[in-house]
């Protein structure tokens, strides 16, 4: 058994080797390559052009020319030598993420688009991503993992399985800290990027601390975003980033609120709705928060603070819910569904005068309200 | 084996999940070689000379790491796909069938079309899932196979005139050296190491209802797809008992 073993150790170390050898230095992607079929890399291309024809006739993705033009712009601002090689897919999904496949498919969450509150922001975000795409992050981490796995079950087999779990772990713990330096490597590059753009570099640290924010505030802390599984040390990123920026003048540098508040107008209510559908109301308060102390706050913004609390429904709600409603009544450009919720609130506190008053103004406003009879039974009942 | 109602869709979450266990049914039944399902009285009479649609065969051909990772290999792709149109084109002319090739241009219509082809892998991966693995068998669908696309996919039946469509699904797998290595070493220390693999299935839709009215499984741990002959033969073996 022992000379067995020690055949099997000594063919397990040639192995390694050989297979250290293959990882290569891997240098950034050049502006139009194309890696050939034989390679790794060339197969990771593939399977995600598969993706991407899924992609592409995905119900999810958000098609509106104007929003794609405009993230795209920022895209393009930030590095034109790799604007043509990176497509980018704008996804109806709440939540904070964003990912870059090796092939130039770039997938970004509505939830991202909502939560930057300037062009800076989303830039901080866009030009992270690009970053993983220009450094070839899919490749080195696939080799890595192919690496390290390897080396593992080798282990493993020369340790007649003694060690096997252990092998496991180190394995696990070794692909998970390449993944943080990879982030490293992706902030540092967007930031460059960003200032090299004009845009105000301190803004990716806010959209860190913004996160931050939000996470403690949720209901289930213990549940963490899906972003933050895979984007470990916020925390650190943020004061990394924060330091980063610091380093230079950002005197004439620009964060681009209003193109893009206007730009994200017509959907920011829809996407609204999704965070609010996640129901952590601690999580969504702070992020409606944020949007106010960020100038952002207007009617729909305020209709949506009422919702928050009518749905939450605990001590105080009802009365904030009301509190709500009635200052996005009067900002001028609530939506209609305002006057439905307040009058539900204020006819389950008992005020009937005051929600019969509520219905008729969602009547009125709502010609074609799909839930008319339904609200027109209520008043009835009111009677 | 009556009409049937649609078959269930898979959310499109579950649908991720469960191609994961799909990967694994199809390794678990490594021993054994095809088994398929036939659910139509209509075919009991062979029709003589049918129209059959091919859609693009979804063909993946991936080199297998140490550690059992596989690693997509775009070339091999290629040619394992190219072998495999060769293989079904002479293999549905000797059953007198006449071929008819999807349009992967993405014409008119492509939307619509594209969206069967996703249906299409939903379901054939949700029959793999509960009918070749018991523990995972659906009670309403223990004891007959009724599943379909939906009426939907009658739009595929005029623009190509096929009145049937087959749909191939098939991955196969090469050790890498180092895979190979611990075949060796495994062998030195009498532990099993699983080689590449050849899995994948097809089936066959009516195109006057969108019934899935055949499907096969195939798994195999020999046969290269990179070589026209063994292409041919693990296609003829996925086709084995096609009712046309």
């Known amino acids: 058994m022992t000379s067995t073993r020690a055949t ?3 063919a397990a170390a040639a192995l390694f080797v050989a297979s250290c050898a293959q990882t290569g230095n891997i240098q950034k992607i050049e502006p139009g390559e194309r890696p050939t079929l034989e390679s790794d890399e060339g197969g990771l291309w593939m399977q ?4 991407e024809e899924d992609l592409q006739t995905s119900g999810k993705v958000v098609t509106d020319p104007d929003l794609n033009a405009y993230v795209r712009d920022i895209l393009c601002r930030l590095n034109a030598g790799y604007c043509a090689d990176v497509r980018i897919y704008i996804v109806r999904t709440a939540d904070f993420n964003a990912s870059m496949a090796p092939n130039g498919v770039m997938i970004v969450w509505t939830g991202i688009v909502l939560r930057a509150q300037n062009e800076a922001q989303l830039a901080s975000v866009l030009g992270h991503e690009l970053a993983h795409y220009i450094d070839r992050h899919s490749l080195k981490r696939w080799r890595e993992i192919r690496n390290t796995t390897d080396t593992a079950v080798f282990f493993t087999f020369a340790t007649g399985g003694v060690f096997g779990i252990l092998a496991g772990l180190a394995a696990y713990d070794s692909i998970m800290s390449f993944s943080r330096d990879m982030e490293r490597e992706a902030d540092t590059r967007g930031l460059t990027m960003m200032r090299e753009t004009g845009y105000d570099p301190r803004e990716a640290a ?7 924010e939000e996470r403690e505030a949720s209901d289930e802390p213990e549940k963490k975003s899906a972003f933050f599984s895979t984007h470990p040390a916020a925390k650190e990123r943020s004061e990394t980033l924060a330091k980063l920026a610091a380093e230079t003048d950002n005197t004439g540098t620009t964060v681009g609120r209003d193109r893009h508040a206007a730009t994200i107008a017509s959907f920011r209510g829809d996407w609204l709705l999704d965070e609010l559908r996640q129901r952590d109301y601690g999580r969504f308060e702070v992020l409606l ?3 106010t102390e960020a100038g952002m706050e207007d009617g729909e913004l305020l209709f949506y603070r009422g919702e928050m609390h ?3 429904g605990e001590d105080e709600d009802a009365e904030k819910a009301v509190t709500a409603y009635t200052a996005a009544a009067e900002s001028g450009d609530a939506p209609a569904e305002t006057y439905r919720s307040l009058g539900l609130v204020q006819w389950s506190a008992g005020r009937t005068a005051e929600a019969r008053a509520a219905f008729e103004t969602y009547l009125a406003a709502q010609q074609d309200a799909e839930d008319r009879a339904m609200i027109e039974h209520y008043l009835q009942q009111m009677q | 084996m009556k009409r049937m109602r649609r078959a269930e869709r898979p959310e499109n979450r579950a649908w991720s999940r469960a191609l994961a266990v799909v990967a694994i049914v199809l390794l678990v039944g490594a021993c054994a070689q095809t088994q398929s399902f036939l659910t139509s009285e209509d075919l009991a009479q062979k029709p003589a000379n049918p129209r059959v649609l091919i859609m693009p065969a979804d063909v993946e051909l991936s080199e297998l790491t140490a550690a059992g990772l596989q690693e997509p290999n775009a070339a091999w792709t290629s040619t394992g796909r190219s072998n495999v149109d060769a293989a079904l084109d002479s293999l549905l002319a000797a059953r007198n069938a006449t071929v008819v090739r999807y349009d992967e241009s993405g014409g008119a219509g492509s939307e619509a079309e594209t ?3 996703k249906l299409h892998s939903a379901v054939g991966g949700t029959i793999l899932l509960h009918k070749y693995f018991p523990a995972l068998a659906l009670p309403t669908k223990k004891d007959k196979f009724d599943w379909s696309l939906g009426q939907e996919a009658t739009a595929l039946r005029e623009p190509y005139g096929a009145d ?4 191939i699904y098939l991955r196969d797998s090469f050790a890498s050296d180092s895979r190979k290595a611990l075949i060796v070493v495994g062998a030195l220390l009498g532990v099993g190491v699983q080689g590449g693999t050849q899995v994948g299935f097809a089936s066959l839709v009516d195109l006057r209802t969108g019934e ?7 798994v195999s741990s020999a046969g290269d797809l990179r070589e026209p002959e063994l292409a041919r033969g693990a296609t003829e073996n996925l086709l084995d008992e096609l009712p046309l």
């Open chain 1, 8 to 10: 099997s150790l000594l």
């Open chain 1, 48 to 51: 995600m052009d598969r993706v």
């Open chain 1, 206 to 212: 806010k959209t860190w601390q913004q996160l931050i």
């Open chain 1, 289 to 291: 928060d944020q949007l």
């Open chain 1, 310 to 312: 009518r749905l939450r």
């Open chain 2, 115 to 117: 969206q069967l082809l």
């Open chain 2, 164 to 167: 049937y469509a087959l749909f």
């Open chain 2, 212 to 218: 899935v009215i055949w499907f096969n499984r195939l």
